[in-house]
């Protein structure tokens, strides 16, 4: 394989690849000692990386803030924000950055080969030759902040803001202390993110001292994916790095010694004052290296990875079950199997459990593992894990992640730690070993639990407890230490932090060049393709039900859609739907109890989930809402996924009060947790909720209006739990008719044609007589929906959190605005320009965006894990009337209808494809409609974005506003705005 040179890198294997239909080749820098791991395909979605190895010393988030500050100005690229410019004029399909607790990874994906060269070009500028100052650094990282020298002293920083937004998630929190248990010696017990209370302690020379040790070829993994020239790959990557001379960067992770005895650790949260916040308690294992060292590596790795779907992949799954079962708790706690890192871990437990239950907690774990051990894996759920493995290794369906960058990071699993990178990527041979040890009646799980968990002594119970004074005592610590910071500097050093910090705002909005702007390689408008591309469908019916169907490439998969019209049952029973699905998947059927039913969809299919769509018919105001039933299969089992649904559809049983109890309390604690890491989302919900029928569905069903309903509704199933079966029971009774069905079918032709019968089969199934429900409908239902339908103008919603995320939005259809491809690129230009810069730059925001549903004609504006608030809602108007009066050269302009482009040509999978297809038809979004807004886009001007602006400047006065975080900054404003203060926790 030696002596085979491209480009100064060497040859080291060579390979095809069959699972991925890859040739693979690694490569090795001769000059730097730099890796590449070069895959070849014919996918479009081309990928491309570059990883470090960046072990932290200390949580002072250095390679959190590095991340960041790299993409901020480079040697060839000298603007403020490459990445920015990147986002605003790309046709990227992927573009980002992250920080694990070993390593900085930097992908780019695109399907236009120009636009690919242009991202890998900025990025590995970026990396090498970054333009790191001391502003960068308090920007992105963490600085002083005072309007006068007699004024507050506070903390400011991208970064610091977004982890502030982190240590308020309890999920986050029980995360990051179960995996510092378990690695209390080594890097993992460390936070490579940050942690607020020691970001402030990190200097700018050793921020500079990081980069310089770590970000060099000898540190350095090289990735590339897809249908691109290798050559061309290489030549990129030497052009960066021959100026370098090898080094020994000192990066080595080092394994974590086994403990001789188990450890106990009890951790706070901050929560609510009177709050009903409980402990969550997680129980935690070290186990083997992801990839050991020997032939097996692979298998051992998969067979973990199935292990832990065996245990507690599904409802129905022995642990799951067991601790959902116990009555300890709402919801299973813990990551599971973490496998990321150089160690495997596994973590697992309970939420919502009492204080005093972390024995009982352990035991019913330790209960599972002993019977498992003594009796043997039940062997429906073997089939089940085994099935579900090998289905998504066969699919990588990696969702809106580019396939090749799923890949990517599931390799430098290994191949960081200097194992072959292919034993990350090949399966074949692993799944068809462990298929014979199983076949063979090999006690492989068995075996696996009772050295790696049962007698394993290196354990870890971690309790995370609640603590109502915790927000308190942590403002009053930084209080303290600013004080003393304060004392220390004097009326002189006051000053100077006053200066500094309008010094370094003057530059944050100080515009970039025209020279310097230019340098950023981009696409030509004449570059983009003038025409969408379609998605083929064919509209079918059989006995009265409706069926859409499309022929693509799904690699032998059968993906369903089955849709059910909600506007056949009153509003009322929305807050149900979501429970509804769960309770069809996970409550049995007449002929099998639950757990068999979920044994049977895991090992027969690639999975069923429920779920829901909803939106406004274009055009006509109207909504369009449909309960849904996700599932697919391989080709040859397509009939098992047609007859497991037409059971689950024709013979429900809605009477179990302990399971449907159990279901309510998990979807609670969950929508609970989701506060903190999604509440941008919930004040997006809650806004869009004040102006269209579908936007108050989808809120009741997944916003906090749902949160206020499972909350009684957990009440009702024990008081009145007829009246709530009767529910489940009349919604499935409207619901699932014939007359009232969409199938939704993407397949090959093959798949298609296999799929045919089984499909009708199932629609013959079912019933189409119609039953009136608004009769049976339950009092305190009607009572609750009527009392959540009335949102107010201004609203705030208070959580133990440390930082807020604000929302405005405004109706553009009642100010007579009819929507124009124009308003997308206006839209757009706003987020990753003006909010971008006023919001996340100058306001330490991690971040903000607009969302504009131009179904309805509703724009809106959210930022996320934001330290202000008011200031946020002036930057809203600020940006509307900065719109009417824009003044754009012809580059800003071009750049704004690519990042537009971008976004309407997203790349999409086979099963997304035929799900975006389905909501076009459903909302009445023909291919015709979509081209004249492409037209329209690639045509718009700067005087369309100014006469959007106009209509959002006009509108600002009656916006909506709701606002959610800290209780007490929620409180103040609420109280000053004569507005609703709402406390959700």
């Known amino acids: 394989m030696s002596g085979v040179h491209v480009h100064g890198f060497e040859l080291v294997q060579e390979q095809e690849l069959p699972e991925l239909h890859s040739r693979v080749r690694l490569y090795r820098h001769l000059k730097t000692g730099a890796r590449y791991l070069s895959l070849t395909n014919d996918d479009e979605n081309k990928v491309f990386g570059v990883s470090f190895r960046t072990p932290p010393s200390d949580s002072t988030g250095v390679a959190h803030i590095l991340e960041h500050s790299v993409l901020c100005g480079s040697r060839k690229y000298p603007v403020k924000e490459p990445f920015v410019e990147l986002l605003k004029g790309s046709m990227k399909t992927f573009l980002n950055a992250f920080t694990f607790p070993d390593k900085t990874c930097y992908p780019v994906a695109s399907t236009n080969l120009r636009d690919f060269y242009n991202l890998m070009d900025v990025y590995l500028d970026a990396v090498f030759f970054p333009r790191l100052t001391e502003e960068i650094f308090k920007q992105e990282g963490w600085h002083f902040e005072a309007e006068s020298a007699e004024g507050p002293l506070s903390y400011k920083g991208v970064v610091y803001n977004e982890m502030r937004g982190a240590y308020s998630s309890p999920d986050s929190l029980l995360h990051e202390h179960s995996q510092h248990s378990i690695f209390p010696d080594m890097t993992y017990g460390l936070d490579s993110g940050g942690d607020p209370r020691v970001i402030p302690q990190l200097t700018f020379e050793q921020f500079m001292d990081f980069h310089r040790t770590y970000y060099h070829p000898s540190n350095a993994w090289f990735y590339a994916y897809g249908d691109d020239p290798e050559e061309d790959r290489l030549a990129k990557a030497a052009e960066y790095i021959e100026e370098f001379q090898a080094i020994e960067p000192g990066s080595d992770v080092p394994l974590q010694a086994k403990f001789s005895a188990p450890k106990e650790i009890t951790e706070y949260y901050a929560a609510s004052e009177d709050s009903e916040s409980k402990a969550m308690v997680t129980v935690n294992w070290l186990l083997p290296e992801t990839f050991p060292e020997g032939e097996k590596a692979g298998e051992v790795n998969l067979s973990f990875n199935m292990l832990e779907h065996l245990l507690i992949g599904l409802p129905a799954s022995p642990l799951r079950k067991a601790l959902i079962e116990s009555g300890l708790g709402d919801d299973v706690a813990g990551v599971g199997l973490e496998a990321d890192l150089r160690q495997m871990y596994f973590s697992t437990g309970l939420k919502g459990v009492k204080p005093e239950d972390g024995d009982a907690v352990q035991a019913v774990i330790e209960g599972v593992f002993k019977d498992i051990v003594e009796n043997g894996a039940p062997r429906n759920a073997v089939e089940a894990a085994f099935n579900s493995v090998e289905f998504e290794l066969r699919e990588q369906n990696t969702g809106s992640f580019p396939r090749g960058l799923y890949i990517m990071v599931r390799t430098l699993s290994g191949w960081l730690y200097d194992k072959d990178p292919v034993e990350a990527m090949a399966f074949e041979d692993d799944l068809a070993s462990l298929r014979r040890r199983i076949d063979s009646g090999e006690r492989v799980f068995e075996d696996l639990i009772r050295t790696h968990f049962l007698e394993n002594p290196h354990r870890t119970r971690v309790t995370l407890l609640p603590d109502a004074t915790l927000g308190e005592k942590l403002q009053t610590e930084d209080a303290g230490k600013l004080e003393v910071i304060r004392q220390s500097v004097g009326a002189e050093g006051m000053e100077r932090i006053v200066e500094e910090a309008k010094e370094l705002e003057r530059l944050q909005g100080t515009p970039d060049s025209a020279k310097d702007l230019a340098t950023i390689p981009r696409l030509q408008l004449e570059d983009l393709d003038k025409e969408n591309r379609t998605i083929p469908v064919t509209e079918k019916s059989h006995a009265g039900a409706k069926i859409l169907e499309r022929a693509l490439d799904a690699r032998g998969i059968v993906y369903l859609d089955l849709g ?24 049995g059927t007449q002929r099998r109890d639950f757990v068999d039913l979920g044994m049977q969809i895991a090992s027969r299919t690639g999975g069923i989930d429920p779920g829901f769509f909803t939106s406004t018919i274009r055009g006509t105001g109207r909504p369009t809402a449909w309960f849904l039933l996700r599932g697919k299969a391989t080709r040859d089992k397509g009939h098992y996924l047609a007859d497991i649904l037409g059971e689950v559809l024709t013979e429900p049983n809605f009477d179990n009060q302990s399971r449907f109890k159990q279901i309510v309390l998990e979807e609670k604690a969950r929508l609970e947790h989701r506060l903190v890491p ?34 009684e509704l957990a009440q009702k199933v024990d008081n009145a739990w007829d009246e709530v079966r009767c529910s489940l029971e009349t919604i499935h009774a409207s619901l699932v008719r014939r007359t009232n069905c969409l199938a939704n079918v993407t397949a090959e032709e093959a798949g298609l044609a296999a799929f045919e019968l089984p499909l009708s089969s199932m629609l013959d199934a079912l019933s189409d ?61 706003l987020r990753n320009g003006f909010l971008w810069d006023r919001i996340r730059v100058q306001g330490g925001a991690y971040g903000a965006f607009t969302m504009l549903d131009r179904m309805r004609g509703v724009l809106a504006f959210c930022s996320y894990r934001d330290p202000n608030l008011e200031r946020t809602l002036e930057v809203y108007d600020e940006s509307a009337k900065h719109l009417a009066e824009l003044e754009m050269d012809e580059d800003a302009r071009s750049k704004a209808i690519i990042g537009s482009i971008s976004d309407l040509d997203a790349y999409m999978l086979p099963d997304a494809k035929g799900y975006a297809s389905m909501a076009r038809y459903l909302t009445a979004d023909t291919d015709a409609l979509r081209q004249r807004m492409r037209e329209e886009i690639l045509a718009t001007t700067v005087e369309d974005m100014r006469r959007f602006g106009q209509v959002v400047n006009q509108g600002m006065a009656q916006a909506k506003i709701t606002v959610l975080g800290d209780k007490n900054a929620i409180d103040d404003y609420c109280m000053r705005q004569g507005a609703q203060a709402t406390k959700l926790l």
């Open 769 to 829: 007589e119609k039953m009136a429900v608004e009769e049976t409908l339950p009092e305190w239902l009607h009572a609750f929906a009527a009392n959540e339908l009335v949102v107010p103008d201004t609203e705030g919603l208070s959580i133990p959190a440390q930082v807020n995320y604000v929302g405005k939005a405004l109706d553009l259809a009642a100010l007579g605005y009819t929507f124009h491809g124009s308003a997308s690129v206006a839209a757009k230009y």
């Open 678 to 711: 999604a509440g941008h989302m919930m004040v997006a919900n809650r806004l869009m909720a004040r102006f269209s029928q579908a936007g108050q569905l989808d809120e009741r069903m997944s916003g906090v209006s749902q949160l206020f309903f499972l909350r």
């Open 564 to 587: 059910f019209d909600m506007l056949s049952i009153p509003d009322e029973y929305a807050p149900f739907i979501p429970l509804y699905g769960r309770a069809l998947l996970e409550m």
